[in-house]
Protein backbone atom coordinates (compact mmCIF):
# COMPACT_ATOMS: atom_id res chain seq x y z
CA UNK A 1 0.00 0.00 0.00
CA UNK A 2 1.18 3.28 -1.35
CA UNK A 3 1.59 6.02 1.50
CA UNK A 4 0.79 8.57 -1.08
CA UNK A 5 -2.04 11.13 -0.07
CA UNK A 6 -1.96 9.96 4.04
CA UNK A 7 -2.25 12.76 6.43
CA UNK A 8 1.35 12.63 8.65
CA UNK A 9 1.29 14.50 12.15
CA UNK A 10 4.72 15.18 13.38
CA UNK A 11 5.07 16.75 16.56
CA UNK A 12 8.55 19.09 16.80
CA UNK A 13 9.16 19.48 13.36
CA UNK A 14 9.63 23.05 12.31
CA UNK A 15 13.86 21.97 12.21
CA UNK A 16 16.09 19.21 13.14
CA UNK A 17 14.55 15.49 13.49
CA UNK A 18 11.35 16.28 13.27
CA UNK A 19 11.74 17.97 9.73
CA UNK A 20 13.91 15.58 7.86
CA UNK A 21 11.10 13.21 8.92
CA UNK A 22 8.29 15.32 7.34
CA UNK A 23 10.47 16.23 4.34
CA UNK A 24 10.66 12.49 3.47
CA UNK A 25 7.49 11.56 3.63
CA UNK A 26 6.01 14.38 2.06
CA UNK A 27 8.28 12.97 -0.97
CA UNK A 28 6.40 10.09 -0.32
CA UNK A 29 3.42 11.98 -0.95
CA UNK A 30 1.88 12.22 2.34
CA UNK A 31 0.17 15.83 3.41
CA UNK A 32 1.96 17.19 6.33
CA UNK A 33 1.05 19.29 9.67
CA UNK A 34 3.83 20.58 11.35
CA UNK A 35 4.42 21.41 15.02
CA UNK A 36 6.64 23.34 16.76
CA UNK A 37 8.25 26.26 18.12
CA UNK A 38 10.61 29.56 16.07
CA UNK A 39 10.29 32.72 14.34
CA UNK A 40 7.77 33.18 11.72
CA UNK A 41 10.82 33.32 8.99
CA UNK A 42 11.99 29.85 10.46
CA UNK A 43 8.32 29.00 10.51
CA UNK A 44 7.80 29.43 6.93
CA UNK A 45 11.18 28.04 5.68
CA UNK A 46 9.87 24.78 7.28
CA UNK A 47 6.44 25.13 5.19
CA UNK A 48 7.76 25.62 1.87
CA UNK A 49 10.79 22.58 2.70
CA UNK A 50 7.92 20.63 2.51
CA UNK A 51 5.14 22.12 0.56
CA UNK A 52 8.35 21.79 -2.41
CA UNK A 53 6.77 18.45 -2.43
CA UNK A 54 3.36 19.47 -3.57
CA UNK A 55 1.65 18.11 -0.95
CA UNK A 56 -0.38 20.15 1.51
CA UNK A 57 0.78 21.30 4.50
CA UNK A 58 -0.61 22.86 7.36
CA UNK A 59 1.72 24.16 11.05
CA UNK A 60 0.07 24.54 14.53
CA UNK A 61 2.50 26.12 17.27
CA UNK A 62 0.87 24.04 20.08
CA UNK A 63 3.11 23.57 23.46
CA UNK A 64 2.46 19.87 23.46
CA UNK A 65 3.33 20.62 27.41
CA UNK A 66 -0.53 21.05 27.49
CA UNK A 67 -3.15 18.18 26.67
CA UNK A 68 -5.17 21.14 25.80
CA UNK A 69 -3.10 22.39 23.44
CA UNK A 70 -2.46 18.75 21.97
CA UNK A 71 -6.18 18.45 21.33
CA UNK A 72 -6.48 22.04 19.63
CA UNK A 73 -3.26 20.20 17.40
CA UNK A 74 -4.89 17.12 16.80
CA UNK A 75 -8.26 18.95 16.11
CA UNK A 76 -6.47 21.43 13.53
CA UNK A 77 -4.95 18.66 11.81
CA UNK A 78 -8.59 16.86 11.29
CA UNK A 79 -9.71 20.69 10.40
CA UNK A 80 -7.26 21.46 7.41
CA UNK A 81 -6.32 18.48 6.25
CA UNK A 82 -8.03 15.47 7.32
CA UNK A 83 -8.01 12.59 9.93
CA UNK A 84 -4.63 11.30 10.87
CA UNK A 85 -3.15 8.37 9.39
CA UNK A 86 0.60 8.62 10.21
CA UNK A 87 1.48 10.07 14.03
CA UNK A 88 5.26 10.80 14.24
CA UNK A 89 5.77 11.77 18.61
CA UNK A 90 9.40 13.50 17.96
CA UNK A 91 9.35 16.48 20.04
CA UNK A 92 11.59 16.77 22.74
CA UNK A 93 13.57 18.96 24.87
CA UNK A 94 16.65 17.91 27.62
CA UNK A 95 17.98 19.16 30.60
CA UNK A 96 21.13 18.02 31.73
CA UNK A 97 22.05 17.74 36.11
CA UNK A 98 22.72 15.57 38.90
CA UNK A 99 19.68 14.18 40.23
CA UNK A 100 20.01 15.40 43.61
CA UNK A 101 19.91 19.00 42.17
CA UNK A 102 17.75 18.58 39.11
CA UNK A 103 15.13 21.35 39.10
CA UNK A 104 11.74 19.88 40.12
CA UNK A 105 9.78 22.34 37.00
CA UNK A 106 12.82 21.33 34.52
CA UNK A 107 11.69 17.58 35.43
CA UNK A 108 8.18 17.83 34.90
CA UNK A 109 8.42 20.09 31.70
CA UNK A 110 11.13 17.16 29.77
CA UNK A 111 8.23 14.47 30.99
CA UNK A 112 5.18 16.24 29.52
CA UNK A 113 6.87 16.88 26.19
CA UNK A 114 9.27 13.87 25.58
CA UNK A 115 6.57 11.63 26.92
CA UNK A 116 2.90 12.50 28.40
CA UNK A 117 2.73 14.78 24.74
CA UNK A 118 3.02 11.06 23.06
CA UNK A 119 0.43 9.31 24.95
CA UNK A 120 -1.85 12.44 24.68
CA UNK A 121 -1.73 12.74 20.38
CA UNK A 122 -1.77 8.74 20.33
CA UNK A 123 -4.67 8.31 22.51
CA UNK A 124 -6.79 10.94 20.27
CA UNK A 125 -5.69 9.48 17.12
CA UNK A 126 -5.65 5.70 17.59
CA UNK A 127 -9.40 5.45 17.57
CA UNK A 128 -9.83 7.00 13.97
CA UNK A 129 -6.87 4.55 12.89
CA UNK A 130 -8.84 1.54 14.16
CA UNK A 131 -11.94 2.59 12.81
CA UNK A 132 -10.51 2.98 9.42
CA UNK A 133 -8.06 0.07 10.04
CA UNK A 134 -4.86 1.49 9.38
CA UNK A 135 -2.69 3.49 10.86
CA UNK A 136 1.15 3.85 11.48
CA UNK A 137 2.87 5.37 14.76
CA UNK A 138 5.70 6.01 15.00
CA UNK A 139 7.56 7.29 18.12
CA UNK A 140 11.02 9.04 18.21
CA UNK A 141 12.91 7.39 20.99
CA UNK A 142 16.53 7.57 21.21
CA UNK A 143 19.21 5.78 22.31
CA UNK A 144 18.52 6.79 25.96
CA UNK A 145 15.57 4.60 25.45
CA UNK A 146 18.07 1.78 26.08
CA UNK A 147 20.93 2.71 27.68
CA UNK A 148 21.63 5.34 29.97
CA UNK A 149 23.96 8.22 30.61
CA UNK A 150 24.67 10.62 33.85
CA UNK A 151 23.00 13.72 34.24
CA UNK A 152 19.79 12.59 31.98
CA UNK A 153 17.47 11.63 34.32
CA UNK A 154 14.72 12.93 32.96
CA UNK A 155 15.36 12.50 29.54
CA UNK A 156 16.39 9.02 30.09
CA UNK A 157 13.56 7.86 31.97
CA UNK A 158 11.16 9.53 29.37
CA UNK A 159 12.72 8.24 26.21
CA UNK A 160 12.65 4.37 28.55
CA UNK A 161 9.32 5.59 29.44
CA UNK A 162 8.08 6.02 25.14
CA UNK A 163 10.15 2.54 24.29
CA UNK A 164 7.52 1.29 26.94
CA UNK A 165 4.91 3.06 25.69
CA UNK A 166 5.49 2.04 22.67
CA UNK A 167 5.08 -1.83 23.00
CA UNK A 168 1.91 -1.98 25.03
CA UNK A 169 0.25 0.15 21.89
CA UNK A 170 1.88 -2.22 19.42
CA UNK A 171 0.05 -5.21 21.66
CA UNK A 172 -2.96 -3.36 21.93
CA UNK A 173 -3.08 -2.80 17.63
CA UNK A 174 -1.69 -6.32 17.23
CA UNK A 175 -4.76 -7.55 15.33
CA UNK A 176 -5.66 -4.67 13.30
CA UNK A 177 -3.70 -2.50 10.60
CA UNK A 178 -2.50 0.38 12.48
CA UNK A 179 1.52 -0.42 13.46
CA UNK A 180 3.23 1.27 16.57
CA UNK A 181 7.24 1.58 16.81
CA UNK A 182 10.03 3.22 17.99
CA UNK A 183 13.03 4.75 16.30
CA UNK A 184 15.76 4.87 18.85
CA UNK A 185 18.82 7.65 17.06
CA UNK A 186 22.17 8.42 18.31
CA UNK A 187 23.44 12.03 17.90
CA UNK A 188 22.57 13.93 15.02
CA UNK A 189 23.33 16.59 13.97
CA UNK A 190 20.83 18.97 15.09
CA UNK A 191 20.98 22.64 15.69
CA UNK A 192 21.30 21.69 19.36
CA UNK A 193 23.67 19.64 19.00
CA UNK A 194 25.22 21.74 16.67
CA UNK A 195 25.77 24.26 19.19
CA UNK A 196 26.91 21.79 21.82
CA UNK A 197 29.72 21.31 19.52
CA UNK A 198 30.26 24.58 18.72
CA UNK A 199 30.73 25.39 22.30
CA UNK A 200 32.56 22.43 23.44
CA UNK A 201 34.99 23.56 20.27
CA UNK A 202 35.30 27.06 22.13
CA UNK A 203 35.74 25.38 25.43
CA UNK A 204 38.74 23.05 24.90
CA UNK A 205 40.43 25.38 22.20
CA UNK A 206 40.01 22.94 19.25
CA UNK A 207 38.64 23.38 15.57
CA UNK A 208 34.47 22.59 15.44
CA UNK A 209 35.78 19.45 13.58
CA UNK A 210 37.68 17.95 16.68
CA UNK A 211 35.29 18.79 18.75
CA UNK A 212 32.60 16.28 16.50
CA UNK A 213 34.96 13.66 16.68
CA UNK A 214 35.27 14.07 20.48
CA UNK A 215 31.80 14.17 21.32
CA UNK A 216 30.96 10.78 19.03
CA UNK A 217 33.94 9.28 19.90
CA UNK A 218 32.57 8.86 24.27
CA UNK A 219 29.06 7.08 22.99
CA UNK A 220 28.63 6.38 18.64
CA UNK A 221 31.61 4.04 17.19
CA UNK A 222 31.14 5.00 13.78
CA UNK A 223 32.64 8.63 14.51
CA UNK A 224 29.71 9.63 12.46
CA UNK A 225 26.71 11.28 12.99
CA UNK A 226 23.08 10.06 12.03
CA UNK A 227 21.32 12.38 9.81
CA UNK A 228 17.82 13.66 10.04
CA UNK A 229 17.10 12.29 6.20
CA UNK A 230 18.17 8.71 7.28
CA UNK A 231 15.90 8.81 10.18
CA UNK A 232 13.39 10.01 7.89
CA UNK A 233 14.10 6.96 5.45
CA UNK A 234 13.58 4.50 8.42
CA UNK A 235 10.40 6.25 9.22
CA UNK A 236 9.17 5.95 5.72
CA UNK A 237 9.60 2.43 5.70
CA UNK A 238 8.16 1.73 9.02
CA UNK A 239 4.35 3.29 7.11
CA UNK A 240 5.16 0.93 4.35
CA UNK A 241 3.22 -2.21 3.79
CA UNK A 242 6.87 -4.21 4.03
CA UNK A 243 6.78 -3.06 7.72
CA UNK A 244 2.99 -3.94 8.64
CA UNK A 245 4.88 -7.06 10.62
CA UNK A 246 6.94 -4.30 12.46
CA UNK A 247 4.77 -3.85 15.78
CA UNK A 248 6.28 -2.93 18.68
CA UNK A 249 10.20 -2.07 17.68
CA UNK A 250 12.84 0.14 19.29
CA UNK A 251 14.77 0.00 15.72
CA UNK A 252 18.15 1.71 17.26
CA UNK A 253 20.14 4.00 14.32
CA UNK A 254 23.03 4.87 16.56
CA UNK A 255 26.66 4.16 14.50
CA UNK A 256 26.74 0.70 17.02
CA UNK A 257 25.90 3.28 20.60
CA UNK A 258 23.80 -0.19 22.00
CA UNK A 259 26.14 -2.47 20.23
CA UNK A 260 28.92 -1.98 22.57
Given at each position: MSIQNKI?????????IGLGVAQRLAAQ???????GFGTPEQIDAAKAAVAAFGVKVGYHGADLSKP?????LVSATEAQLGSVDILVNNAGIQHVSPVESFDVARWDAVIAINLSAA??????????MKARNWGRIVNIASAH???ASANKSAYVAAKHGIVGLTKVV???TATTGVTCNAVCPGWVLTPLVQAQVDARAQREGVSVEQAK??????????QEFVTPEQLGGLVVFLCSEDASQVRGAAWNMDGGWVAQ
Open positions: ALVTGSTSGGCHIMLNEEVQAFHTTRLTLPGGLVALEIGLLSEKQPS
